[in-house]
Structure formats: C-alpha cells, structure tokens
C-alpha cells in the first residue's frame, strides 16, 4: 500500500461513504468486542458485554457469530456466558515497553518459585514470545531491565503440581495426606480451587470436606495425592470467588486468618 493511502480507497467504486463508515463501524466494534472478551472474568454475559462495548445484546450475539466465521473460537452460548479460548487467527497485538518489561518478570518469578514443570513452562512461553515479537522489542524483552530472582527457593514439593492444577482445572475431588503446622496428620479429601504462591510457600486453596469449610493446604506438607472421579462442576469460580472474599474480609481483620490449615 502507498504511503497515505487509505483503505477507503481499496474499497470497490460502487462502495458509498455510507456504506464504508458502516464497515469501519463494525470492523471497530469487533475489535473492542474481542478486547471485552479478554478483559472480563470468564464466562463474560452478552449484557457485560454489551455494557462494555456500549451496544445491545442481541448485536453481542450477532457479532459473536461473526467473530467464530472469521476464525476465533468462542466457548459457551446465551444465557451462559463466552470465553475467548483462542484468537490466534486475528492480527498479533503489539507491545508497549512497560507490557514487555511485566511480561518479562512475571515469567521470571514463575520460574523462580514454581514447581519444575511450570518453571519449564514459563522458560518455553519466554522464549516464544521472543520469537514473535518484532526485532526491537525482542531485543527489549532479551534485555528487560526488570527481572526476578529469589536467593530463598520455595520449600520442595513432593506432590505432582501438574496433576493438582489439572484436578482444579477439571474441577475433580482430590485426596491426600497433611501434616498441619504442629506436625499432626490427617487424610484430606477437597475440592481444589486455585494454587496460589503466599509469602514463602505454594499453597492449594480448597474447600474441605472433613472441616466442611474453606481451607488452604501448603503443597510441601501434602503427600499421596490421589485424583478422584467426583466431580463439583461447575461451582470452582464462584467458590474461588467466595473463597477469597472471605480472606480479604479475615485479613482485615487480622493478620493470621483462620482459613489455613
């Protein structure tokens, strides 16, 4: 394309200025439908979507199908909520300096503190999206001025973190055994929430069912990890979500919440 020309003028004669200010309209609305997508909490509504594109539901719908004929694929449906799974057929986004310096030391510190599968994981991502990015910030990202580094590794886990992650992900029962803070055991059976990295420790975040209430597990003190066939689908976000309500009301109100085991 030369320098200046617009893509008005790539449009076919017959095209009217009518006819163009609404395929622009339109093209736009799909963009910041895509972003809305990636921003909100999945499963997003078709009515927080249409709030935060500024048009009706039934067009959220209408452009929904549009965006999985272009290639996106959209999980879920009316009534339910979508999740953006994958909109690897659309244009890349690009960076600004500070999203590539965060990207750069969120990998770092995964790698830091997180269980050898995922710290693999996350090398493999960095040097992915090194390989994507345009020169300049490639070379940014291989010279990030931010990074991470922990010289006090995370207590080791002797569980398989994966097969965790994977339970809550599936939203399976999972049983073990755990040595609390004074060294007394029990067998645990859970429903796993969320995996979360706390001051020095990976801790499970759960709902138990031998305390019949919300509790947090240190993945060190946990051994013979069973994964069960019980399944909680579909409640692990609106639990997690209860869940860390409670914490953040706990913790304002003191510094030891009850919720860990």
């Known amino acids: 394309m030369v320098v200046g020309q617009s893509y008005r003028s790539l449009l076919p004669v017959s095209v009217s200025r009518v006819q163009y200010l609404e395929i622009m309209s339109r093209t736009d609305r799909l963009f910041q439908l895509m972003q809305a997508l990636r921003d909100l909490s999945p499963p997003a509504t078709a009515q927080a979507l249409a709030q935060e594109t500024g048009v009706s539901e039934r067009t959220i719908y209408r ?3 549009t965006l999985r004929g272009l290639g996106a694929v959209i999980d879920g449906e009316a009534g339910f909520g979508f999740t953006l799974i994958e909109d690897a057929t659309l244009p890349p986004l ?4 500070e999203e590539i310096e965060a990207l750069v030391v969120g990998l770092k510190e995964v790698m830091e503190v997180a269980d050898p599968s995922l710290a693999n994981a996350a090398q493999s ?3 992915k999206l090194k390989s994507r990015l345009p020169e300049a910030q490639a070379h940014r990202l291989k010279h990030a001025v931010l990074t991470a580094k922990r010289f006090h590794k995370p207590p080791q886990i002797s569980i398989d973190a ?3 992650r994977q339970a809550a992900w599936e939203e399976r029962t999972v049983a073990f055994d755990y040595g609390d803070a004074k060294g007394q055991r029990t067998t645990r059976k ?3 929430l969320a995996i979360v990295f706390m001051q020095s420790a990976h801790c499970l975040m759960a709902y138990c069912h031998l305390r019949k209430d919300f509790r947090a597990f240190r993945l060190d003190r946990m051994v013979n990890l069973d994964i069960t066939d019980r399944s909680f689908r579909p409640r692990r976000i609106p639990m997690l979500r209860e869940f860390k309500a409670r914490l953040e009301a706990e913790q304002a109100q003191s510094a030891n919440p009850r919720a860990f085991d």
């Open 162 to 164: 994966g097969a965790l």
């Open 190 to 192: 859970v429903d796993p």
């Open 94 to 97: 690009g960076f600004v300096p």
């Open 125 to 127: 991502a960095l040097t």
């Open 63 to 65: 452009d929904i199908d």
